[in-house]
């Protein structure tokens, strides 16, 4: 069993950068793929990006890409998302989610995802 929690949510104005954590407990954190989410209010969850494992290829969704980055630090089983030149469209609640590498596999829906954390507000300002 793997268990997440996410912090580092925030109200940041447009422009600006925030750091999400997500803390995994349990299994072999290097070996899983580690991927975030966001919902905003009305919407469905959407893909943020991905990384397959540690050490592995990272997928981003065309609306981060060049802005968000993820990294990981396995002594500390945590993953970061750094989010830089927020926009208000950003603003939404964003989620950790793990899964067992699967090679050959690019998971991108949230179907695919075993293991979720409840989730940080972040509010980008105009």
């Known amino acids: 069993q793997v268990q997440l929690v996410e912090s580092g949510g925030g109200l940041v104005q447009a422009g600006g950068s925030l750091r999400l954590s997500c803390a995994a407990s349990?299994?072999?954190?290097?070996?899983?793929?580690m991927a975030w989410f966001r919902q905003a209010p009305g919407k469905e969850r959407e893909f943020v990006l991905t990384?397959?494992?540690?050490?592995?290829?990272?997928y981003y969704a065309d609306s981060v890409k060049g802005r968000f980055t993820i990294s990981r630090d396995n002594a500390k089983n945590t993953v970061y998302l750094q989010m830089n030149s927020l926009k208000p469209e950003d603003t939404a609640v964003y989620y950790c989610?793990?899964?067992?590498?699967?090679?050959?596999?690019?998971?991108?829906?949230?179907?695919?995802?075993?293991?979720w954390g409840q989730g940080t507000q972040v509010t980008v300002s105009a």
């Open positions: 989610a793990a899964r067992s590498f699967r090679k050959g596999t690019t998971p991108l829906s949230p179907g695919e995802y075993n293991y």
């Open positions: 349990g299994r072999i954190f290097s070996t899983y793929t």
């Open positions: 990384n397959t494992w540690s050490g592995g290829t990272t």
